[in-house]
């Protein structure tokens, strides 16, 4: 007898299969026409360089800044927000400066062309940078939703002579008509790029690089709870680690988004600095993989407030036991977040050979960011902070160096960490860690 649930079930997953073909052969179609014809055909209404539209008042009272190898103009302002008429953060230099190195190192690893969508324009100065600054740049396409972000970025364009395109369109919108287009999607956001993520997981190739920051670091290290549930749908927690858990609940919620469309990805390089997060995330597509991606990397960290035990739980849905196995008392939990590795060491020292053909102003920052996460790349999840530690089993903090020589001295590893000045990532567990601090006090005295 035909089981009626199973002929179903078939039919609903050929259904599926269809739909899949035909976002396929759309892909396809998209992929061997021009892709800057495609984009216009998109985008009826497009920028060209003709309509500049920017009047003598305009001029009167421009700011001019250097990064890489261009200059960019924009209208003067006091403070840095999203209200100023064209939005510029100098503090974003480095973000930038660390973008040009990793979309090189990218292209030189996939050895075509790219394809650049610079989703978030503002002034151009993203868009126009890589389209300057990286070998083997195909078609940029800058996009904003503002009528004067579009006006001086094809201005800053202009005045660099630089061929890039530029549309004025919602960014939802924007991804969702030029999928498979782009080998490189960058969200560089007001806030959250929770609200793009979807959008960005549809849209780009198998094989690509989506590029995400997020400045709402209060959610996602916990200091707001209920912001980072709505928008990331994880639970924070607010540790010493928090900036950590952060970027681990950000990169979850990414792979999860991406799921949706069987895709699934690597992080090539994240970091986090000043007032943001930031990472490079390398796509590929297949259910089977996704399925075990998500397996495999998606989890939660249970931390026990009282002694200060951290522990990893694999598995989205796994029964997660909250009495800390060392002093009984009840543990927080964090996410779901990605439990997998954040950091790829061979793409992080490509980067750092890179930063040798490369002219930024940020150079010696880069050096000492870089070569720091390329020491704690394959660090255990989570770090210690030496001060807490103290606090915790109240005794005076030993130096840094002392602590790191004695965790080597008993055979563990110990490595600094970019997140934290203070921290220190080990396979050392909680109660020996106190015993060592506690030894090295002794000693001192
Ligand atoms: C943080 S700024 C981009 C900064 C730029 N990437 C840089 O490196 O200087 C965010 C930009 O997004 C634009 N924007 C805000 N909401 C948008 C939306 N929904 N769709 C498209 N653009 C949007 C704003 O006009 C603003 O210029
Ligand atoms: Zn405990």
Redesign the pocket.
């Given at each position: 007898m035909i089981n009626n649930n199973h002929s179903n079930k078939i039919d609903e997953i050929d259904e599926i299969d269809k739909i899949e073909k035909i976002d396929e052969i759309d892909e396809n179609n998209n992929k061997k026409d021009n892709l800057i014809e495609n984009i216009d055909k998109n985008n009826k209404n497009s920028y060209n360089f003709s309509n500049i539209n920017i009047t003598d008042n305009d001029y009167q009272n421009i700011d001019i800044v250097e990064e890489g190898n261009v200059k960019i103009a924009f209208p003067c302002f006091d403070k840095v927000s999203?209200s100023a008429p064209?939005?510029?953060?100098p503090k974003?230099e480095l973000?930038?400066d660390l973008s040009i190195l990793a979309l090189q190192t990218f292209q030189k690893e996939i050895d075509r062309e790219i394809n650049i969508c610079?989703?978030?324009?503002?002034?151009g100065?993203?868009g126009i940078r890589y389209k300057k600054e990286i070998n083997s740049v195909g078609a940029i396409g800058i996009?904003?939703?503002?009528s004067?972000?579009m006006n001086w970025g094809k201005y800053n364009a202009q005045e660099n002579n630089v061929k890039v395109d530029f549309f004025q369109?919602?960014?939802?919108?924007?991804l969702r008509e030029n999928r498979g287009l782009f080998d490189v999607i960058?969200i560089?956001?007001?806030g959250t790029p929770s609200?793009?993520l979807d959008s960005a997981c549809y849209t780009i190739k198998k094989d690509g690089m989506l590029c995400v920051?997020a400045?709402d670091t209060s959610a996602l290290c916990g200091t707001y709870k209920e912001p980072c549930i709505r928008k990331y749908n994880a639970l924070p927690y607010k540790s010493e680690y928090c900036h950590e858990t952060g970027i681990r609940i950000l990169a979850g919620f990414v792979a999860l988004t991406l799921a949706k469309y069987k895709k699934y990805m690597e992080i090539k390089f994240a970091h986090s600095s000043e007032h943001y997060m930031r990472m490079y995330l390398k796509i590929n597509k297949g259910s089977a993989a996704t399925d075990n991606s998500i397996k495999e990397n998606i989890g939660h960290i249970t931390h026990c407030p009282k002694c200060l035990y951290r522990n990893t739980v694999k598995g989205l849905s796994s029964a997660i036991d909250i009495t800390c196995p060392i002093c009984g008392y009840k543990m927080k939990i964090a996410g779901p977040l990605w439990i997998g590795s954040i950091e790829n060491k061979e793409f992080i020292n490509k980067m750092l050979i890179e930063l040798d053909n490369k002219q930024l102003n940020t150079k010696d920052e880069i050096l000492k960011l870089l070569t720091t996460i390329y020491e704690e790349s394959e660090s255990p999840i989570t770090f210690y902070d030496i001060h807490k530690i103290s606090k915790n089993i109240k005794t005076n903090a030993p130096k840094q160096d002392k602590v790191f020589e004695a965790i080597k001295d008993k055979g563990y590893t110990a490595t600094k960490t970019h997140f934290n000045l203070l921290g220190i990532k080990t396979d050392v567990d909680i109660e020996s860690l106190k015993e060592i601090v506690i030894d090295i006090i002794k000693n001192e005295s």
């Open positions: 999203s064209v939005f510029y953060n974003m973000n930038r610079d989703l978030f324009g503002g002034s100065i993203r996009n904003d939703i503002s004067n972000a369109k919602e960014a939802n919108i924007f960058d560089d956001p007001f609200f793009f920051t400045t």
